[in-house]
């Protein structure tokens, strides 16, 4: 299997969550491309327009009830054939192997990848977008997280 990136688990699954509310609100597609990092992360996603404020404010919605419903976070591991079948696979690397690993957010997400995850929503802490822009058919939405409540 290929190595893991070294992505930090909170704001990583938190990117699980914004790609699914996305798919959901916009049937636009999980992002393209992310960098995601500990204090601040940005997804990029083929779109047509920049987000109005009202948009941003139900996309932290959706995302924070997600978190708040203190979901589990699991991995199967499925043959290639069921995961193409089921799942874009153009994200994982070529070395993925015969076995994908797919991470469900309890029953709100599922998608094969390779990297780090928290155990259950509630890790993650309070989803906040920083900001949005669109240029050239590219929506970049720009995120980060509050510590979760002990």
Do not use: W
């Amino acid at each position: 299997m290929a190595e893991r990136k070294n992505y930090d688990p909170r704001m990583h699954t938190a990117e699980h969550i914004l790609n699914q509310t996305m798919v959901r609100m916009f049937n636009c597609g999980r992002s393209f491309s992310a960098h995601i990092e500990k204090k601040k992360s940005k997804c990029d996603y083929h779109f047509d327009r920049d987000l109005t404020c009202t948009e941003v404010r139900e996309i932290e919605e959706r995302v924070n009830d997600v978190i708040d419903k203190d979901m589990p976070i699991t991995e199967e591991f499925i043959s290639r054939t069921e995961a193409e079948e089921n799942f874009n696979l153009e994200k994982l690397p070529e070395d993925a192997g015969e076995n994908i690993r797919i991470i469900r957010v309890g029953d709100y997400d599922a998608c094969p990848c390779i990297g780090e995850h928290v155990k259950s929503t509630k890790e993650i802490g309070k989803f906040k977008i920083s900001s949005t822009g669109f240029d050239n058919g590219i929506l970049r939405i720009r995120f980060k997280l509050e510590a979760p409540a002990t």
